[in-house]
């Protein structure tokens, strides 16, 4: 049994925990919304608040996870800020990480060109040497979508 925490718990990252629990994982899921807890409870995770564009409110969180999904694919921020969880964001997550008992990592493109996130993660695969899948299906399709991400979780869990 795997314990996944689910960065940007939203209806998709909902969906993620249903099928992760359903095969037998824990699952915590974050939002920077409280009012987002009964849909993240309903899914059968934990929900935790959790900022991803401030890592010291995610930190906390990873003590006992196995894994972290990272599905800010389409994250809408103000500014630079939506750009920033897929670089400056995502790379100092891809470092912090390394210094705790989290070892996969699911890095969520949204289905769109990211090189410099991609670059970010396979470099932090080879680095760290740590299980690391990107996930780039398109989340419009919803059912592949689904699929691809329960498969990128759990092979970065299996050994």
Excluded: K
Aim: charged letters at 25%; glycine letters at 8%; aromatic letters at 6%.
């Amino acid at each position: 049994m795997a314990r996944f925490l689910i960065v940007g718990c939203g209806c998709r990252g909902q969906a993620l925990a249903r099928e992760l629990i359903a095969a037998g994982h824990v699952v915590r899921g974050t939002s920077r919304d409280p009012r987002r807890f009964p849909d993240i409870e309903a899914a059968g995770a934990e929900p935790a608040i959790a900022d991803p564009y401030r890592l010291v409110t995610v930190m906390p969180l990873l003590d006992g996870t196995s894994a972290v999904c990272w599905l800010m694919g389409t994250a809408n921020g103000a500014g630079d800020a939506e750009e920033a969880v897929h670089t400056t964001r995502l790379e100092s997550m891809l470092e912090l990480i390394v210094d705790t008992p989290a070892r996969g990592f699911v890095y969520e493109t949204g289905g769109v060109e990211r090189e410099l996130g991609v670059h970010a993660a396979n470099c932090a695969r080879e680095v760290y040497e740590m299980p690391i899948a990107v996930l780039v299906t398109d989340p419009a399709d919803h059912a592949r979508w689904l699929a691809d991400a329960r498969a990128a979780a759990l092979s970065t869990v299996e050994r």
